[in-house]
């Protein structure tokens, strides 16, 4: 049992709810309002930039020029899907640039992605390459299951196959295996910090999708 794969069954229970909740499932059946679906993506749009930014700081920060390339490949890829992401779906939706630029990250996202900065930047390399893991592995597994169903004409293909394409399932291994090998030379603390943030961005990943379900805006203060 290598140490993603120790990972992914400390955090069952959460991957379980993941898979499970309103917002997947609806996902999956293709009956996810197509509201929900539409704020959902501007967030998106707007987590990838963090998350790009994320992998550049990490990247900078990693021993050997081959996962200097794996990482700052990444951050690259994920600023191509936000392109994607406004060609496609904003314009099918009806987000203009100053819609998007209207709409601020939401708590969800701004908390996550914060979370992933403050790890890339300060964390030891080992952790803040394991916090950047969920987000691609949670996201392939998720596809994964719906691709297995989904109908050739299901409203949010597009996503379902971004995120089932094989390219996608070869990245996540990628950095899983990169993980794998980083924990291989941990000592028991280090290993013990990488298990908590693994943990930690599964929870920040429910969170984003949850808080988009429940349309959860910031809150006035009075």
């Not at 140490?3 to 059946?29: G, K, Y």
């Not at 406004?86 to 987000?95: A, K, S």
């Not at 691709?147 to 899983?176: C, N």
């Amino acid at each position: 049992m290598t140490f993603t794969d120790t990972l992914w069954a400390q955090t069952a229970d959460l991957q379980d709810t993941i898979r499970t909740m309103p917002f997947n499932t609806e996902l999956a059946a293709g009956t996810l309002p197509a509201d929900i679906f539409r704020a959902y993506i501007i967030q998106d749009a707007h987590y990838l930039e963090g998350f790009a930014r994320s992998l550049a700081l990490a990247a900078a920060r990693a021993p050997d020029p081959e996962t200097i390339a794996r990482l700052a490949g990444s951050a690259n890829g994920a600023i191509a899907v936000e392109k994607q992401l406004h060609e496609e779906y904003m314009t099918l939706y009806g987000v203009t640039e100053a819609d998007f630029i209207a709409t601020p990250p939401s708590r969800a996202c701004d908390h996550y992605t914060s979370f992933l900065i403050r790890s890339a930047a300060v964390d030891p390399f080992r952790v803040s390459i394991v916090a950047l893991l969920p987000c691609f592995w949670i996201y392939q597994r998720v596809g994964a299951l719906i691709h297995k169903t989904a109908a050739p004409d299901h409203p949010y293909r597009a996503w379902i196959d971004t995120y089932a394409s094989e390219a996608f399932e070869e990245a996540v291994q990628g950095m899983r295996d990169l993980a794998d090998r980083l924990a291989e030379s941990a000592d028991d603390a280090t290993r013990r910090a990488m298990m908590k943030a693994f943990e930690r961005s599964s929870w920040h990943e429910w969170m984003f999708w949850q808080s988009a379900y429940d349309r959860e805006g910031w809150v006035a203060a009075k």
